[in-house]
């Protein structure tokens, strides 16, 4: 687990019922942070949540180069953000 060391962004977004999974209007919000001192291991399986999400490390170009959600361009293009 990364030191959280200051916010570098909060990205926020209304979804419709119909890009909904439970079909339902909501906001969802997420507070990007900046980190030092990365470390640990990557986990894909949680056997209490009886589910298995593939994880991995990226390059930032590989980033900019496989299918993502909107709050990872909304985070490369942060105005600090070395990734722009």
């Known amino acids: 687990m990364a030191v959280p060391t ?5 990205f926020s977004r209304w979804f419709s019922p119909d890009e909904s999974y439970q079909g ?10 900046r980190t030092d001192h990365p470390k640990g291991q990557l986990r894909s399986e949680f056997d209490h949540l009886n ?6 490390w990226f390059d ?12 990872v361009d909304f ?5 600090d953000s070395d990734y722009r």
């Open 6 to 10: 200051s916010i570098a962004g909060v």
């Open 60 to 71: 930032i170009e590989q980033v900019r180069h496989t299918p993502h959600v909107e709050l």
């Open 51 to 56: 589910t298995t999400d593939g994880v991995a």
């Open 24 to 33: 339902k209007s909501g906001l969802f919000v997420s507070i990007i942070f």
């Open 75 to 79: 985070a490369l293009q942060l105005p």
